[in-house]
């Protein structure tokens, strides 16, 4: 077998694919040298600095396996690898320790105002008096995302006897009880919280996380880090918030644009910035290499890979119900309450004749979209969910009494359970079903209002009024009851999102009981 090295990794990994095929090491290719030569070989190991898009893929005849050594693949085309069968690996916990002791790096950093001291001195300057800083001892520490990297920071920092609390409604309460963590909710960790760190992926959901009306909830002494992504914190919002006193200091490892080398955030003395250094230790690039060309030689070797970023081949007709699958744990991830516990599956009508393993899969990964950069197939979905303290039950009916065939999802949390079917009709995708309320609608992509409410005369009209005062155009609504003058069910299509001040509105209403808007 042959093997090319496209992007450096380190000479431990190395050594381990030679021991088991020939290995070749060409950097810097152009897309176009690369499909000159890729036929030629069976795996493909790159970083994030070389580009396998489609055509790449295409011409690469003999490849069963494309390895990125480190989380993200955005430099792979995974669907063009999918659809020539290809499996795509990556090395997810390589860089766990070093993102996480890089966190407590800067959170010390902060506290004691290493940087701004080692500045002064440097430029003759013996001020003591101006760099009195605090203890982490007896703190609390605000952990947003309790995955990979956010449980290693809370070990670290129980280790300096902090009280650690986290926001993340994708592990149980059992997971984090064994971490010694206490789980609440996003308002009052950025209350509670003298240190906040994230560890989160970048999504629409996740996008300014953090910004203007958050950082207004923080104490006057807290202090922020972002080791995870870009684009997380709203930059602007937390330089005038320094400026202003409202907050003590920041730090930043990441950045929106990146490489960067002017920014707003580098005129504050209160803001630490490093280069993106979370993944730079030499152990952690050697432990990267090491998970990687293990992964690769496991593909190679006709086994399974539990970090495959994608699903073994899936037969044509099972794609509608992937694509449902996906789209009802999505919905149910954004109107649950509460921390997941379990979440159980049902297979009703001729769907469940087939493997529905492909489905659990995406219905998992779909509940998980909004909280983990971990791509789930059917290989590590049980891998993924063991390890958030997630069960999963599963049940097949054979007979189904509307449709030929529905998918259901109830996602059990410590609120209650949130329970979303889901059909394919015609080609189309059809979300029939939303707890105790039946409906139809064809969820395209978009802004979806949410709304459970009193069923009485002119509440349509007053959403309405507030969304046409808004300018938001309505696309589409349906609405169900349980009975007149009931509770019952409304869903707007939204050409674009609510503001929360419109949102407000719609919640203090007489007779409204919750109203939330999704993006799917």
């Not at 979209?369 to 097949?396: H, P, T």
Request: net charge neutral; proline share 4%.
């Amino acid at each position: 077998m042959k093997i090319l090295v496209a992007d450096p990794i380190a000479e431990e990994g190395i050594k381990t694919l030679r021991s088991y095929a020939q290995v070749d090491i060409k950097t810097k290719l152009t897309p176009e040298q690369l499909k000159a030569i890729i036929g030629n070989y069976d795996a493909l190991i790159v970083r994030s600095q070389t580009k396998v898009g489609a055509e790449v893929i295409e011409a690469g005849k003999k490849l069963k396996v494309i390895g990125r050594a480190g989380v993200g693949t955005d430099n792979i085309d995974i669907n063009a690898a999918t659809r020539n069968g290809i499996v795509v690996v990556n090395a997810p916990t390589g860089n766990t320790v070093a993102a996480a002791e890089h966190t407590i790096a800067l959170m010390l950093a902060l506290a004691r105002n290493i940087p701004q001291a080692n500045s002064l001195l440097k430029s003759g300057k013996w001020q003591r008096e101006a760099m009195v800083g605090s203890e982490l001892r007896n703190k609390t520490l605000g952990i947003i995302g309790l995955g990979n990297v956010g449980s290693e920071v809370a070990k670290r920092a129980q280790a300096f006897e902090m009280r650690v609390v986290a926001h993340d409604p994708f592990v149980s309460k059992e997971y984090a009880s064994n971490l010694k963590v206490d789980l609440v909710s996003l308002d009052q960790l950025l209350r509670e919280a003298d240190f906040i760190t994230l560890h989160v992926p970048l999504t629409a959901a996740t996008e300014k996380l953090i910004g203007g009306k958050e950082l207004a909830k923080l104490k006057p002494m807290a202090r922020i880090i972002n080791c995870a992504r870009g684009g997380l914190v709203d930059e602007v919002a937390i330089v005038e918030a320094i400026k202003t006193g409202k907050i003590a200091g920041a730090a930043f490892d990441v950045f929106g644009k990146e490489p960067i080398t002017n920014s707003p955030l580098f005129a504050e003395d209160k803001i630490i910035v490093t280069p993106h250094l979370g993944a730079s230790t030499i152990e952690a690039q050697t432990s990267i290499a090491k998970d990687i060309t293990g992964e690769v030689l496991t593909v190679l070797q006709g086994r399974f890979s539990k970090y495959a970023v994608n699903a073994p081949h899936i037969a044509p007709e099972m794609m509608p119900f992937v694509k449902v699958a996906a789209t009802i744990g999505n919905l149910a991830s954004q109107l649950m309450e509460g921390q997941i516990k379990s979440t159980h599956i049902k297979y009703s009508g001729g769907v469940s004749n087939y493997d529905c393993n492909p489905i659990k899969a995406a219905i998992i990964s779909g509940l998980l979209k909004q909280s983990s950069e971990e791509r789930i197939n059917l290989v590590n979905v049980g891998f993924i969910a063991a390890q958030r303290g997630i069960k999963i039950s599963e049940e097949k009916e054979a007979t189904c009494q509307n449709y030929s065939n529905l998918l259901t999802l109830e996602a059990n949390t410590t609120v209650g359970t949130t329970a979303i079917s889901g059909t394919v009709r015609d080609g189309e995708l059809h979300i029939v079903q939303v707890n105790d309320f039946w409906t139809d609608i064809v969820p395209a992509e978009g802004y979806f209002l949410f709304c459970d409410h009193l069923d009485r005369p002119g509440m349509v009209g007053t959403i309405g009024n507030i969304t046409g005062k808004a300018d938001i155009n309505i696309s589409s609504m349906h609405l169900s009851r349980l009975q007149p003058r009931g509770k019952a069910l409304m869903i707007l299509a939204l050409d674009e999102p609510l503001g929360e001040e419109q949102l407000q509105e719609i919640l203090a209403l007489p007779g409204v009981y919750s109203a939330k808007v999704v993006k799917l």
